[in-house]
């Protein structure tokens, strides 16, 4: 698979994904991604994008100013 945005080769990483809503900030740790070797660009399997959106959602509705979690504790 090669990146949609420089046609880079990507590898296996894990990277923190983060979200900035208004109120809160939600920070995962060592979520699974394909990233390109030559820009930076983060690619997800269908699989971690739905859990990522499962558990932003969940977390969005804490009343808490910033949320941090381990996916791979998370996930397991």
Same mark, same amino acid.
């Given at each position: 698979?090669?990146?949609?945005?420089? +046609?880079?080769?990507?590898?296996?990483? #894990?990277?923190?994904?983060? /979200? #900035? $809503?208004? &109120?809160?900030? %939600?920070? %995962?740790?060592?979520?699974? *991604?394909? /990233?390109?070797? @030559?820009?930076?660009?983060?690619?997800? #399997? #269908? /699989?971690?994008?739905?859990? $990522?959106?499962?558990?932003? +959602? @969940?977390? &969005?509705? $804490? +009343?808490?100013?910033?949320?941090?979690? +381990?996916?791979?504790?998370?996930? *397991?």
């Amino acid at each position: 698979m090669k990146c949609f945005m420089c +046609n880079g080769d990507f590898i296996e990483k #894990d990277v923190n994904y983060v /979200v #900035d $809503l208004e &109120k809160t900030i %939600i920070i %995962i740790k060592s979520v699974p *991604a394909r /990233v390109c070797t @030559q820009c930076g660009e983060k690619f997800f #399997d #269908d /699989v971690v994008a739905r859990s $990522l959106e499962k558990m932003v +959602n @969940q977390f &969005k509705e $804490l +009343n808490t100013e910033i949320v941090i979690v +381990n996916y791979k504790e998370k996930v *397991a």
